[in-house]
């Protein structure tokens, strides 16, 4: 028998060019293999397909479809191989800065882009979009980014950019093509200024009738005569000829410019390429050309399989194939019976990145055409296997509108659970087949076939074909009915019939993007009187296998549908069935069973409407539905003030990083080009929380090839201790504190290599006793010995006259930093004695220098930082970044090479500290009315297994207790414990959220008690002018009550309040919720001596300008403040102005850029050394007035005057004693108020943030856009912080929570529907003595994300009243949906409670720390 021909080299095309990839690396990602040819605009985020940060757009031809498809995938999972006939397309292919394309520079422009790393991923996404449909909708574009996660921005100014390409589809401007889509004319030629609601916009607006009142936004209407209000401006204007809102002026002036999107000028699908996806390509099998130069191709042949064996023996995958043809696929499989059969890969992907598992020999299937068909049968459809589900959605909706709804509702209920399957970047790769190989036990799509009783159907050699019902198809965890000789050839759905309802749900911790708590199919067949005559509810998350709740079908059918007896019968059936143990996997055992239950419920109401069954249910069938399922597009809305006293500071200038970001041309520490010969480094992580080391053997991985050392604490030349108090080792000489600590650093050639070697190495250990949660730390006692305390009045008189004395506490649990630029670090020797580079992505160069230095012994100044920028910092890499830089000074130290290290996702997750949970234990004493008299309150903090920074982080957690309250008594004491966990660390807000977070819980409780709304006791009890805080500060410059009252009246609290009220006694099972909260937020390091900056500024001769100052750019714009106040004092346009980057060698001895003062810090002493230079260069202005600076600073450098000046800054008059209560803790106070608005479907835990009108008093911005960026970023990590990101630990110690997979940051579906943000005005400061009477405002805004909890809470409140339940509510954060789902107490949670002697000497799953 002849063999089939087969290749082994891989031809794809990217960015245009083809390329050949000969006997390429089978383990190889195709990021891996980009970021190797010097493609690093694509950027490592999570490596598991979970942030979007990977993003490239690949296309191929479907010769199925016989079209192009171009797709958004995740590079991180793609293998290489996977690319044969496809054309690549990375950020780098679009534009460059000189000459960008229109999405790049929207999205930096309109102020998209931030900390810069993840936008190539939202670049990628929105021109994938773009590819496919050029005139999208606004649905659309926000669709698009399901797969993409944004730490820094809130995602508002993403979404605007972007949807200033859904304009084209939908301006009264645009004609319509006879294509369908749509051209607009440019704004100029429109007549339109680019403002939301500009007059020439609005046809139905008649000119006769004077301005159009309606828009509101900046717009004034048309003039009587027709033309444009703004006539021949950039701008619409009022009648007085100012503009309306200066933030709305700036987004007009720089759309107005944006060049136009023509989609015929994009990359061309190389016609090439769709002859050889047609099995006709002009190449032989080497991949070279056969064109004989007539035009004519000669020769032309097949496209063959591949079949490629690995040159590497250590590689995980040995073998590839790729077969063509099921009876190829068959062939490989009957050689191979263990074969990994590999479609998405997004499954294969993330068990050999986090499991380590390894599969030999790898098969891809997806470019099998036998299983991409689809088939229509009379009864039945059969999808094939392999189709995407992308493609499997747009399936679902073709068949849903040529059919009749009562025959598709299976389809309906597939297509309405794809909404919510993953993200773009895996539906667009991920199979069918692939997600019931799998056997997920919370796969979305299993029990919804189940239920609609659906069959896989088997296909092995010789042509034979079997159909398993999905009911008979899982064995098992992970275990199917699949033989090792079959493949699953497609999978058969039957039409529904007349009387039959089938809906899908599910619930997960995150909208879109999540993987399920619990999933369901739930389907009923009645006939013409009712009666039930078949049944299936199917389940996911309830059990090891999907699973049919058989007992309560059986229950069902012959009954009556829509008789409430039945509907009791088949809860109580449900829920005894899936009951689940209080240790399950996955815990949230109460959860999962209340789930489980409100699902039936929810379909009984809904297909009881759907029936026309007249019951009690059906009448609130709209209360069930799905909100998504109509969803609300996002909309945001910026308010600020024109400056006119200056002509640079305090404009909406764009980050001057964003276009190199977009294009994917600023470069990261994992960016930079390897230097010869150069290490990576990996970590040896101890697996337990607490044990003593007995022994470490390096043997086994040294025996590895290319493995150069191992170094363990013996290796530390230096001293082996850091942190401010110097109890914790650089390596661990005798005990590890914590899981996941470092125990011994391997140097490898290859980060692969050196990770196999980390997991080769040997430890002994003898485990010891671990605390983990703040809570049992209090209990025995394990605390740090140092204390805060604050004392004012008498707590026990006040207490003892209050009208009531409540007791309780409150909790607030951590938060991963997630930025999306793991920890990274690069170690290079100079070669000459000790003298070293690091380049580190650090908020803290100076510490970075001077613990590296003690690291190795040598004098700190042979060492020096580099910081270009972050991905991200948040904090997070304030003092933990500092370990990761001293590992890789370790080991360039001991092999003379350069030594890198970028850490994977989990690893960061498992080593770094996060922010501190907090507990608060206090009584208070107040009025009737709700006033407070004296409270006194233990705060206590899990700090981790060091100090760290939680001392810093203590203290301002209780001296921001009182938030924005005059308390008359107060007793706040506050300790950390010591527990075996990461070391807790700096975050945004560093311990003021908590501290606020505590006290605002009490005063809920308080509100219950009283029967009032919370606003009212925040009123009530608010700082006044002049009042003195429990740290004896005076709040002179106090504006809180004022945006109180300004932002009410804006927002119209009051008339929201009524409306939410009312609509809450309408509706059973959805409640609303309305929260008005301050924040006073002190800016200032705890610390004294930190509280100073300085700068290095140079003007060289041909008068451009290098400025070097303290602070490090981690996305919140600090070089382009810095660069923008060096323009105005120097009189220069800021393009003169160029900012390197941050090293201590030009900025000696800097604070960390932290504490939201380094732009007050550094930013003055940038003032101050471009002052002196000014001062020195004005003799040279005044005798050349019209000369331009470059030959003034010739003619200065000629005379001999120094054009270089060195700035220095340190606040005055700061400085506090916390023994004595004395002294000046912060500089001033950044100020804010917000409102937000929530709707919780109380059946499931799951709500939508509806709105959120926010005030920031940021003083005199120094650049109103960046800041307002910041409000809304910083609004959405605090947003995340108390809803979604709940981070749990395994009992024993592990971590859980370690990557985007069961770790939920907000993404864009989770912010506020409709985003206000404003910025107080006009206002006069008698004590705000910064640069240019700005405000730090990094930090401050964070808190008021807690505003979207508090209004959960509110609506949690409203559900219980309706049951009765009148006690006050405690409730912990984050508030996730099992958290509000338990707390809505009605029959069917106290149906799921697991009684307590059922937990007694039980562990959970997981737990809070």
């Known amino acids: 028998m002849t063999s089939t021909p087969t290749r082994d080299n891989i031809l794809f095309y990217l960015n245009g060019t083809r390329v050949v990839v000969s006997a390429p690396d089978l383990d190889q990602t195709l990021l891996q293999y980009l970021r190797s040819t010097g493609l690093t605009g694509t ?37 290489l191989y996977t690319m044969d006939g496809k054309h690549v397309i990375t950020v780098e292919g679009l534009g460059t800065t000189k000459n960008p394309h229109p999405v790049q520079e929207r999205i930096a422009l309109l102020h998209g882009s931030q900390c810069g790393f993840c936008t190539p991923g939202f670049v990628m996404s929105l021109y994938t979009l773009l590819r496919n449909n050029p005139n999208p909708s606004e649905l659309e574009i926000e669709e698009c980014f399901d797969g993409n996660l944004c730490r820094c921005t809130g995602y508002r100014p993403i979404l605007d950019a972007a949807k200033t390409f859904a304009e084209d589809a939908w301006k009264p401007s645009s004609t319509v093509n006879v294509d369908g889509t749509a051209t607009a004319m440019p704004a100029k030629e429109a007549g339109g200024c680019g403002i939301d609601g500009c007059c020439k916009l609005k046809p139905e607006a008649k000119v006769e009738d004077g301005p159009d009142q309606s828009s509101g936004d900046g717009c004034c209407g048309a003039k009587k005569d027709g033309r444009c209000c703004r006539e021949d401006s950039a701008v619409c204007v009022d009648g007085d000829g100012k503009a309306d809102n200066e933030a709305e002026r700036e987004k007009a002036a720089v759309i107005a410019k944006f060049q136009k999107y023509d989609g015929s000028s994009e990359l061309i699908f190389p016609p090439f390429l769709i002859r050889y996806a047609k099995g006709n390509p002009a190449i032989n099998a080497n991949g070279n050309s056969k064109d004989d130069g007539d035009g004519d191709v000669d020769d032309e042949i097949q496209r063959l399989p591949l079949s490629i064996a690995s040159q590497n023996p250590s590689s995980w995958c040995q073998h590839f194939y790729r077969p063509l043809t099921l009876d190829g696929l068959l062939a490989v499989i009957e050689q191979h019976p263990q074969a990994k059969l590999v479609a998405g890969n997004s499954e294969v992907g993330v068990e050999m990145r986090l499991k380590k598992s390894k599969f030999p020999v790898q098969v891809y299937i997806n470019d099998v055409a036998e299983l991409q068909a689809i088939e229509e049968c009379s009864d039945k459809v059969i999808f094939g296997a392999n189709i995407s589900l992308e493609r499997f959605a747009r399936a679902l909706d073709a068949l849903v509108q040529r059919h009749a709804p009562e025959r598709t509702q299976s389809f309906a209920a597939l297509r309405e659970n794809l909404r919510f399957f993953a993200g773009n970047q895996i539906r667009n790769v991920a199979t069918i087949a692939g997600n019931i190989a799998t056997a997920s036990p919370i796969s979305d799509l299993n029990p919804v076939f189940m239920a609609a009783k659906a069959s896989v159907i088997l296909a092995s050699a010789h042509g034979k074909r079997r159909a398993v019902p999905m009911s008979e198809f899982f064995l098992g965890y992970r275990r199917t009915a699949m033989q090792p000789s079959e493949v699953i050839y497609g999978v058969s759905v039957p039409f529904t019939a007349k009387g039959e309802i089938v809906r899908a749900f599910k619930q997960a911790k995150r909208r879109d993007d999540d993987i399920a708590i619990v999933t369901c199919g739930l389907r009923v067949l009645v006939d013409g009187s009712n009666k039930v005559v078949d049944a299936s509810f199917a389940y996911g998350g309830m059990a090891p296998t999907t699973v049919l709740a058989a007992r309560a079908a059986d229950c069902a059918i012959g009954g009556a549908w829509g008789d409430a007896e039945l509907l009791d019968r088949l809860m109580r059936e449900v829920q005894a069935q899936l009951r689940l143990d209080y240790t399950v996997p996955g815990g949230m055992a109460e959860y999962r069973t209340a789930l489980a239950v409100s699902f039936v419920y929810k379909f009984w109401a809904i297909s009881c409407r759907a029936l026309g069954i007249d019951s009690a249910e059906a009448l609130m069938a709209g209360q069930m539905e799905d909100d998504a399922a109509e969803r609300v597009l996002c909309k945001g809305k910026q308010q600020y003030a024109s400056v006119t006293d200056r002509a640079i500071v305090g404009k909406g200038v764009a980050h001057l990083s964003a276009l190199r970001q977009t294009t994917g041309e600023a470069r990261y520490i994992d960016d930079m080009p390897a230097v010869a010969g150069e290490l990576y480094l990996a970590l040896v992580l101890s697996p337990h929380a607490h044990a003593r080391i007995l022994s470490i053997d390096s043997e086994p991985a040294l025996r590895i090839s290319g493995v150069h050392r191992v170094l363990t604490a013996r290796d530390v030349p230096g001293t082996n201790c850091w942190n401010i108090f110097h109890d914790e080792e650089i390596l661990p000489s005798e005990e590890v504190h914590y899981s996941g600590q470092p125990v011994a650093l391997v140097l490898a050639d290859n980060q692969r290599i050196a990770q196999e070697a980390a997991r080769a190495v040997k430890v002994d250990y003898e485990p010891l006793p671990a605390v983990l949660t703040v809570r049992d730390a209090v209990d025995q006692n394990a605390l740090f010995a140092e204390e805060r305390v604050l004392r004012n009045g008498d707590v026990d008189r006040e207490l003892a006259h209050s009208d009531h004395v409540l007791s309780g506490e409150s909790y607030c649990g951590a938060q991963e930093h997630f930025y999306l630029e793991t920890m990274a670090s690069i170690t290079v020797p100079r070669g000459e004695g000790d003298e070293y580079d690091i380049y580190a992505s650090t908020q803290n160069p100076t510490e970075t220098q001077m613990v590296c230095a003690e690291t190795l012994g040598v004098p700190a100044s042979q060492i020096v930082c580099h910081v270009k920028r972050m991905g991200g910092g948040f904090g997070g890499k304030e003092s933990r970044s500092v370990l990761l830089a001293a590992f890789t000074t370790l080991g360039a130290y001991h092999t003379n090479r350069s030594v890198r290290i970028m850490l994977d996702r989990d690893e960061d997750m498992r080593t770094s500290g996060q922010r501190h949970p907090f507990l608060g234990r206090w009584t208070v004493g107040f009025s009737r009315a709700g006033k407070l008299r004296a409270l006194r309150m233990r705060v206590f903090s899990n700090g981790g297994f060091s100090h760290d920074l939680s001392m810093g982080v203590l203290e301002r957690a209780v001296s921001h207790v009182d938030n924005c309250y005059r308390i008359p008594a107060t007793e706040i004491v506050g300790r950390v414990c010591r527990t075996n966990t990461q070391s807790n660390t700096a975050f945004r807000s560093f311990g003021g959220c908590q501290g606020m977070f505590l006290l605002e819980s009490m005063l809920c409780e308080i509100a219950d008690k009283l029967g009032k709304h919370v606003e009212e006791i925040r009123a009530l009890n608010m700082y006044r002018k002049n009042d003195v805080t429990p740290f004896s500060q005076t709040l002179d410059d106090w504006n809180v009550p004022r945006m109180w009252k300004q932002l009410g ?195 499931t835990g799951a709500h939508t943030t509806i709105r959120v009108d926010v005030m920031m008093d940021v003083g005199k911005s120094l650049n109103k856009a960046l800041d307002i960026g910041q409000i809304e970023g910083a609004f959405a990590q605090g947003q995340g912080w108390t809803t979604s990101e709940e981070f749990l630990y395994f009992p024993s110690g592990p971590l859980f929570t370690q990557g985007p997979g069961n770790y939920k940051i907000p993404s864009a579906l989770d912010i506020p529907r409709d985003f206000r943000v404003s910025l107080l005005e006009n206002v006069e400061y008698n004590t705000l003595k910064t640069i240019y009477s700005s405000k730090g405002i990094g930090e401050p805004p964070l808190f008021l994300g807690s505003s979207v909890f508090f209004a959960l809470r509110d609506a949690v409140v409203a559900a219980r009243k309706q049951r009765g339940i009148q006690s006050p509510l405690h409730m912990e954060s984050p508030a996730t949906p099992e958290i509000l789902r338990l707390a809505c107490v009605d029959e069917i949670v106290e149906l799921a409670r697991i009684p307590e002697t059922m937990k007694e000497g039980k562990v959970p799953f997981v737990v809070r720390i």
């Open 43 to 79: 950027k490592l985020g999570c490596g598991e397909g979970g942030c979007g940060a990977c993003t490239v757009m690949v296309s191929r031809y479907d010769t199925v479809e016989q079209r192009i498809v171009h797709a958004s995938v995740n590079a991180c999972l793609c293998p």
């Open 1049 to 1243: 009246e804006s927002a119209q609290y009051a008339e929201r309040r009524r409306a939410v009220d009312e609509f809450n006694s309408r509706s059973q099972f959805r409640k609303r919720g309305l929260a008005q909260v301050p924040t006073k937020f002190g800016i200032s390091f705890g610390v004294k001596h930190l509280n100073q900056g300085m700068s290095l500024v140079h003007v060289y001769m041909d008068g451009s300008v290098l400025v070097a100052h303290g602070g490090t750019e981690m996305g919140q714009g600090l070089h382009t403040k810095m660069a923008q106040i060096a323009a105005e004092t120097l009189g220069l346009p800021l393009s003169s102005i160029f900012i390197s980057e941050t090293a201590t060698n030009t900025a000696a001895n800097t604070s960390p850029t932290a504490a939201s003062a380094s732009s007050d810090l550094n930013g003055y002493a940038v003032y101050n050394a471009c002052k002196e230079l000014a001062d020195r260069l004005r003799p040279y202005r005044e005798r050349m007035p019209q000369e331009p600076f470059s030959k003034i600073a010739r003619v200065a450098y000629l005379d001999r005057c120094s054009l270089t000046a060195a700035g220095h800054y340190a606040t005055p008059d700061i400085g506090f004693d916390w023994q004595k209560n004395e002294g000046l803790l912060y500089f001033y106070f950044t100020q804010g108020v917000a409102i937000a608005e929530v709707e919780l479907d109380t059946l």
